[in-house]
């Protein structure tokens, strides 16, 4: 049965609340479901009061080793490993290659190698969840301590997220398949008559929003959840243009197994965006504080310059 006994301050600095000699236990010969649990409060996220009414009902359970995992996660017993559990930083962002990836490839991101760097830098210990664009932005509005990266900086987001740095740019051209028998326009109305895909919540979507497309099944913006669907839908036909950066249709064709030949520029677009790492509008100040010094270092020192690829990063 679950104790409710209240916790003391002295429990929560003292491992022996657990009854178990944690220093000399080894965290990964215990159960299966230990383990389970251990991993489940490591990569919780909850408020402080949450997490203390999970302290009391796990190590309030018996047998001892049931609890043992959650009191390594939840106490200071183990510090290399709750200090960063304690420092963990949700960050979300979509599935858009070369600049963010998935799997094995995660960490080549583009996107990713210079956010992971300003993170690690900055003391957190970085989780990473691939999202739609839409799922990615409603955590970020959502939790105040979470992160999404990359994020153009217009306008109409200034004033809802806390910018952090600069970690890319990009610029957009309009996609057709070779074989399609489309005129190329000589400006963006020239172009409403056909299915065009657009990522829903995207910087895309928006500017052609503000300037008249409209969505729509026959013709107009066909909405789309990121990059990956749009290059498929493309492919086979169901949309008539595709808009991505030259970069972003290379890496597709790739990681489809495409000739890049089949597709060629309708016309630029005509948007650019600085991509951004940010955060929630409320973040706490203190993790802003350590992110924009880890930023302000890493950009001052060159190391960013380096890390990420030319093609990428940005140039002043």
């Avoid at 006994?5 to 009854?19: F, K, N, V, W």
């Avoid at 030259?246 to 060629?264: A, G, R, W, Y």
Wanted: proline share 5%.
């Amino acid at each position: 049965m679950v104790s409710e006994q209240p916790i003391s301050t002295a429990m929560l600095t003292d491992c022996s609340a657990c009854d178990y000699d944690i220093h000399s236990a080894d965290l990964y010969s215990v159960t299966g479901a230990t383990s389970a649990r251990y991993r489940y409060i490591e990569t919780m996220i909850a408020p402080s009061d949450e997490r203390m009414t999970l302290w009391k009902r796990t190590c309030g359970l018996a047998p001892v080793q049931y609890a043992l995992a959650a009191c390594l996660a939840l106490l200071s017993c183990f510090p290399s490993r709750i200090a960063t559990a304690a420092d963990t930083l949700q960050i979300v962002t979509e599935y858009s290659p070369p600049f963010t990836e998935m799997g094995t490839r995660q960490e080549s991101g583009y996107a990713t190698v210079p956010v992971r760097a300003i993170v690690h830098e900055a003391g957190y210990d970085p989780v990473f969840t691939v999202l739609s664009w839409k799922g990615a932005l409603e955590i970020v509005q959502s939790r105040p301590e979470a992160l999404i990266y990359p994020i153009a900086r217009i306008p109409e987001r200034e004033n809802r997220y806390t910018w952090i740095g600069r970690i890319g740019q990009m610029k957009y051209f309009v996609y057709k398949r070779r074989d399609a028998t489309i005129a190329r326009p000589s400006d963006l109305d020239g172009l409403k008559q056909y299915r065009i895909a657009a990522v829903r919540k995207d910087l895309r979507e928006s500017f052609l929003l503000a300037h008249g497309f409209q969505m729509g099944t026959d013709h107009g913006l066909i909405g789309v959840s990121d990059n990956v669907e749009a290059f498929q839908l493309l492919r086979v036909g169901r949309v008539d243009l595709g808009i991505f950066s030259p970069l972003s249709i290379t890496q597709l064709c790739l990681n489809e197994k495409v000739d890049c030949h089949q597709f060629e520029v309708v016309m630029p677009l005509g948007l650019s965006s600085d991509l951004y790492l940010a955060g929630n509008k409320l973040m706490p100040a203190a993790e802003q504080r350590r992110l924009s010094a880890a930023y302000r270092l890493l950009s001052g020192n060159g190391t960013l310059k380096q890390i990420t690829p030319a093609s990428f990063f940005p140039q002043d």
